[in-house]
């Protein structure tokens, strides 16, 4: 490989690598030697060892800028670049005009970065292209049009911030196809059959076929360039259905009056009767439709509908009975406060399906629209039966709104602080390892994005159970918590050391798992008359006093000490003050997993009477 194609290699790592000039000591690719015969890491050659075809720097902790130009400019090396792989780094910049020398570049990834920008036209150059990932980045602008681009068959683009209409691709021809949340506007073309909604989700003024917003502005058949002259003037076939619509629009409006006059009516007369026979205020959920309704009205959040009836900005995922699901349907829809929690509060709604749902009114989330966009389409696009999905998501700057299926046997909470007796030890372990393993799977799936996805703020009231009775979590990704508030969130003893972890963000998870352990374990409050649980028992297992620690319903079912003390044990390791001290939760969930293969052991010898 000629020297300048080695010297260019190692000032575009040094420029990737933001390390004073210097590149990431993991790759070694050093001055002097030779990419191909000495096996630089990252670097593929050709068979000759005389040229380099493909550069994997995904995933290579690179925190600099990306110069494409330097490579592409280099003419043996642009000449012979197939494959350049960026993915999964913090690497700043914009994909620059000079791409359009890398001729034979086929596979251009550089997802999950920081970059920005506008897409240049010339990669509608790059006649050899067959997979284009920018997705997880900031880009702006318009999607470069590369119809022409025959080999293209994985275009990846979502969560950007790109603009303008979709130029006519011919979708026949990708295999992955994907714009979703970006701020493209206009029809959706032709799909021909080959994708679904979920690829466009998330571009509130992009419309079509299930998607939320319908195109009757568009009309499809008709469409000339949107800011053609002639396009501005209404054609007579406009004017006709626009007065159409407008009727109709004044008949509806006529009618829902008229249904809520009524409606009143009949409501207060009922409303009068209950409160006349029904006089207990204890537990009775307050009714709250009025402050959730005009929460959901305020301008911000308010819908701009076409036809009226199809809301503008309520983000769905394709889900049964929700698919669609608008901001006006949950508008309209009765609602009842169940909770308000420090990050917002909580109401109970019921579809004109008969479908229930919850809507959470997340309150000053530290965190900007799109990246709450990021992570609600990341969280959505992980399941795990354990592990309750939003069925939908609104997002603007003032106000986040989630919604999720409601679950109707309440929360572990309630189980084991509510009035209930009956919650045993086998449950109770079960919940246990249930709750573990479903922590561990969203850790090791949102690990891999580029922003690593905690819970953030997990606890008994979030684990949930569904009609059969088996435990959920929710609200997975739904808090982001600085230092500082993590700081206010612990007691003051050991606040600075929780904090200080607190860039680990699984490792938090993994604390508030060791609570919610505890909570199994002892039967008692987090918080109780100023004392702190996690205090009190490592406490009371300093003293040596551990069997004083665990519930005495537990005891008297003669559950075995050893088991329970194991558990603990896992409990203690989890709430570690130091974080990385703590195990992770995958461990967590093996450790969880050997005590419950214990128990069922002894409960089969048991019931064959060996014991
Ligand atoms: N999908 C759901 N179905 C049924 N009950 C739910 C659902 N989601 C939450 N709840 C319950 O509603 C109550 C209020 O929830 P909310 O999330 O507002 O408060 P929280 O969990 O106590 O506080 P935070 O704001 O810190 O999450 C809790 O008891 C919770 O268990």
Redesign the pocket.
């Known amino acids: 490989v000629e020297d300048d194609v080695s010297s260019t290699m190692i000032n575009f790592l040094a420029k990737l690598s933001n390390n004073n000039g210097r590149q990431n000591s993991n790759l070694a690719w050093k001055p002097g030697s030779d990419p191909c015969r000495d096996l630089w890491q990252g670097v593929v050659c050709d068979d000759k060892n005389a040229s380099v075809q493909k550069l994997f720097l995904n995933r290579s902790s690179l925190a600099g800028t990306l110069d494409v130009g330097m490579l592409c400019n280099s003419q043996p090396l642009a000449a012979s670049l197939k494959s350049l792989n960026l993915d999964g780094n913090n690497i700043s910049g914009a994909i620059a005009n000079e791409v359009g020398n890398c001729k034979n570049l086929s596979h251009l990834n550089v997802s999950g970065n920081q970059l920005s920008g506008i897409l240049p036209s010339s990669l509608a150059m790059l006649s050899n292209l067959k997979e284009l990932d920018i997705s997880n980045n900031r880009f702006s602008g318009n999607l470069p049009n590369m119809s022409s681009l025959s080999g293209l068959n994985i275009f990846l683009a979502q969560n950007n911030q790109l603009m303008g209409e979709i130029p006519p691709y011919n979708f026949s021809k990708f295999d992955y196809f994907n714009v979703s949340f970006n701020d493209l506007s206009g029809p959706i073309p032709d799909l021909q059959n080959h994708f679904s909604a979920d690829s466009f989700l998330g571009n509130p003024e992009l419309c079509g076929n299930n998607l939320p917003k319908s195109c009757l502005s568009y009309p499809i058949s008709d469409a000339k360039p949107p800011d053609s002259e002639e396009s501005k003037r209404p054609s007579k076939r406009q004017i006709l259905m626009y007065s159409g619509y407008a009727i109709l629009g004044l008949v509806f409006i006529l009618l829902v009056v008229l249904a809520l006059c009524t409606g009143n009516k009949t409501r207060n007369k009922v409303q009068a009767e209950k409160e006349a026979t029904d006089d207990s205020t204890i537990d009775k959920p307050s009714y709250a439709s009025n402050e959730y309704k005009s929460s959901l009205s305020r301008p911000e959040v308010s819908v701009t509908t076409e036809s009226g009836m199809v809301s503008k900005s309520l983000v769905v995922f394709s889900r049964p009975y929700v698919n669609d699901i608008t901001l006006e349907d949950l508008m309209r829809s009765p609602a009842e406060l169940?909770?308000?929690?420090?990050?917002?509060?909580?109401y109970?709604v019921m579809l004109d399906n008969g479908m229930m749902v919850?809507v959470?009114r997340i309150n000053d989330l530290n965190i900007s629209s799109h990246d709450f966009k990021q992570r609600m389409q990341m969280v959505s696009q992980v399941h795990h039966h354990h592990v309750?999905s939003p069925l939908a998501f609104y997002c603007s700057k003032q106000e986040k709104l989630l919604v999720?299926?409601?679950?109707?046997n309440?929360?572990l909470?309630?189980l084991l602080h509510g009035y209930s007796k009956d919650f045993d030890w086998t449950s109770r372990l079960g919940i246990a390892a249930t709750v573990a393993g479903a922590l561990a799977f969203m850790h090791q799936e949102l690990g891999e994005c580029g922003i690593r996805i905690a819970h953030g703020?997990l606890?008994s009231?979030?684990i949930?159970l569904n009609k059969n009775m088996d435990a959920c979590i929710?609200?997975y990704g739904a808090?982001v918590m600085d230092d500082q508030e993590l700081k206010i969130q612990q007691s003051s003893s050991f606040a600075s050391s929780y904090a200080a972890g607190a860039s680990d963000v699984f490792k938090v998870d993994v604390y508030g798992f060791g609570v919610i352990l505890l909570e199994l374990l002892t039967g008692k409050l987090v918080k109780s008359n100023g004392m702190d649980l996690t205090e009190w028992v490592e406490s009371v297992v300093r003293e040596e006093w551990t069997g004083e620690v665990f519930d005495r319903s537990l005891l008297s079912e003669y559950v075995s000490e050893e088991r329970m003390v194991n558990l603990l044990q896992v409990a203690i390791k989890c709430i570690n003050h130091s974080p990385e001290g703590r195990p992770t939760m995958n461990q967590v969930a093996h450790m969880i997993n050997a005590i419950k293969e214990e128990e069922e052991k002894s409960l089969i010898y048991e019931a064959r009477g060996w014991a």
């Open positions: 169940i909770g308000r929690g420090k990050f917002g509060s909580l109970k919850v959470k309750l999720y299926e409601y679950q109707e309440g929360s909470f309630k703020n606890k009231s979030n949930l929710s609200e808090t």
